[in-house]
């Protein structure tokens, strides 16, 4: 009986059997790349399916803490495995501490190997206390990225210098933009 | 006989098609209404569809089809409009309603009609039908995702699976 109406119950999912393209569209249309990466938890079915996701987009929207937004990007970069990405985006709006540089060289390196289309990455405009010096704010350098067409950086902080790759070309880009607020 | 006109005669009677199912039930629709789907549309617009011929679709049962094509039927005018930029608040406010009434269906007819969207390339039921799965995955915790989908309650073994793996998780959780 309970094995009957497990059975049953079961017959009801169905959303399950849809092909991955289609359960993509569907994560992304949840609008959180760690919303997205939860439902890995429903099934064996469901594991996989966020990480080969086509775009990740991440947005500190309502998220307070700056650590949990960073471990949000890690976790979300590590555990994505399209080896061919249309969009990787990173935007802080919210949070105001300094990232680390050595964190956004890691993100910048995932997006150089696998972006083919859109790099848009935002730092906080505004660090909290600038001046105290605490943090020397470290020159980014902007790995070289053959694949996207479209690289829009906002690194915003203060003495922050972008670098670009001394040789090289970037050969798809069609649009790049970058902004160092002083 | 009119000639099958290519752009957008829309000069008396409008030019109509026919659809036919899986299980051989034949449609008969505008072919303005049809062509809301990518896949079908070239072979409107080479002229297929009229008269006797009709375009087969052995991926579509009869229910899902005219489920469908109720779809394109309603939002057919607006795709003419060009997305219909100068459309009424009025309008939009409709096609809104119509479109959250259409979608609270059952979870089985939902997934023909995914299915169907999907092969046909109807952009705006795709779009559509994902934005409702979204909205019965958004803001649950796992175990309320799996029984608003209908899983099966987990088995011990599943539980102590799905506890670890949101160990594993932990930053998806923060």
Known sequence: MEQGRRRRRYKRDRISHLPDKILHRILLRLGSVPAAAR??????????????????V???????????????????????????????????????????????????CFASQRVTGDIFLCLPWHPES??????????LELPLCVRATAINLSIGQGSRQLQLPWTGTFGALRIQDSANEN | MAAPESGDGNN??????????????????????????????????????????????PNV?????????????????????????????????????????????????????IM?????????????????????????????IRRTLGFPDPTPEEQAEMNAHMLEYGWAYE
Request: with cysteine; proline share 4%.
């Open chain 1, 39 to 56: 439902t890995s938890v429903l099934s064996r079915r469901w594991r996989r399916v966020w990480t080969h996701l086509p775009e990740l």
């Open chain 1, 58 to 108: 991440l947005c500190d929207n309502g998220q307070v803490r700056i650590s949990s937004f960073l471990n949000a990007v890690d976790g979300a970069l590590a555990g994505n495995s399209t080896p061919a990405l249309r969009a990787l985006g990173i935007s802080m709006f919210n949070v105001l501490s300094p990232v680390p540089a050595a964190r956004i060289a890691r993100w910048l």
């Open chain 1, 130 to 139: 600038p001046s105290q010096g605490q943090l020397v704010e470290q020159d």
């Open chain 2, 12 to 57: 008396g009677a409008a030019r109509m098609v026919t659809l036919i199912s899986s299980d051989n039930t034949r449609f008969e629709v505008e072919a303005a209404a049809a062509s809301l789907s990518q896949t079908l549309q070239l072979t409107i617009l080479d002229g297929g569809g009229g008269g006797g011929d009709g375009i087969p679709l």
């Open chain 2, 61 to 113: 049962d009869s229910a899902t089809l005219s489920k469908v094509l109720e779809y394109c039927i309603k939002h057919a005018p607006a795709a003419a409009n060009g997305g219909a930029p100068n459309a009424t608040a009025v309008d939009r406010a409709e096609l809104e309603r119509f479109d959250n009434e259409f979608v609270n269906i059952d979870q089985s007819v939902l997934y023909s009609l």
């Open chain 2, 116 to 144: 169907a969207a999907h092969n046909l390339e109807i952009e705006g039921l795709q779009s559509l039908v994902a934005k409702k799965v979204a909205d019965m995955i958004k803001g649950k915790s796992p175990m309320e």
